[in-house]
């Protein structure tokens, strides 16, 4: 387990405190559908941190080929349909690139500046030639609008407990998963970057924005800095 991290509940916990069999069975919210309007009709996506491919299999089933990479081994045993490589993100050198580079779950928040760093650099490594970086952002509020509940319309509540500051920009975040047969609990490492960090960080990997997919700014596309002159201004 990772310092700062921790996870309880039935089944495997990942070292970043996520718990298998919990990840099996959240369902996919609407991150297909913005994925799809995004980006080319049956691009080839390499996704970063897939966990059990909640959402590798929607992407597939809308036409797409996915490369699935995730660091633990039991959340890829439940990926299905797509090509997978097991390691951590941030130092991952496939020797190809892709249509479209996906990095969701909010791993753009990670607590380590150098493991932030070394996730975009991956993403830039991989990305290819007119392809683009989705990248899946907190909300304004994540951190502040504590303590919050979900009930979920399949029968779950989902908690979000407390951010408790840990030092040098960094909070605690522990969260809960309520089901009628079991609970979950994660804690977590979290940076709250503002909308200037977030694009400074890009920048410093070689990215830049494109575009906010989402009138929340939590989707954003990312494009290589030398592509950022062949945009169509006010795109954003």
Known sequence: MREGYEGTGPGAITPDGCAVELYARLPVGDEPDIIAAAVPAGAHILELGCGVGRMTHPLL??????????????????????????????????????????????????????????????CARHVGEGGCVLIQREGVDYHTNLPRERVDPSGFTVRMVSAEPVGDGVNSVRAEYEFPDAVWTQTFLARPLTKEQFEAALGEAGLGVDKYLTEDGTWVRAVPVEQIGDLVPGRR
């Open 61 to 122: 089933e809308r036409g797409f080929t996915v490369t699935a990479v995730d660091e633990s081994p039991q959340m890829l045993e439940r990926v299905r349909g797509a090509r997978t490589t097991c390691g951590p993100v941030e130092g991952l050198d496939l020797g190809e690139t892709f249509d479209v580079v996906m990095l969701a779950s909010f791993l753009v928040h990670a607590g380590d500046v150098e493991v932030r760093r070394g996730l975009l650099r991956a």
